[in-house]
């Protein structure tokens, strides 16, 4: 991958662009909540080539989440817990919308 095709993915927010220092400085959390973020398995960070922690920034808004919670006192366990089952919820609601409009254009095309 030349430097070119890593700059083109800068906006796919699955490209793990940011190193663990970066993403804990735009967090505003310390490298510590990003280890115990990926130790309750909330994120998985990639790993460099050199084997460093990098993000993406799907998984920062992941961690941002948790990071509220946690500043409301929820325990870090639970606040990982709690935004798996937030982001479960929403890729449910998503599903049922795409089968509820597909049987509503089968529907109409029958009638």
Known sequence: ???DDSFGRLDD???PA???G???DMLGTTQGFLRAVGEARLITPLRSAGGHRRYS????RIAARARELVDQGTPIEAACRIVILEDQLEEARRI???HRAR???RHNADA
């Open 1 to 3: 991958m030349t430097a």
């Open 13 to 15: 927010d699955d490209y």
């Open 18 to 20: 940011y190193t663990m």
């Open 22 to 24: 970066r993403a804990a």
């Open 57 to 60: 920034r799907y998984q920062l």
């Open 96 to 98: 049922n919308e795409e």
């Open 103 to 105: 049987n509503e254009s």
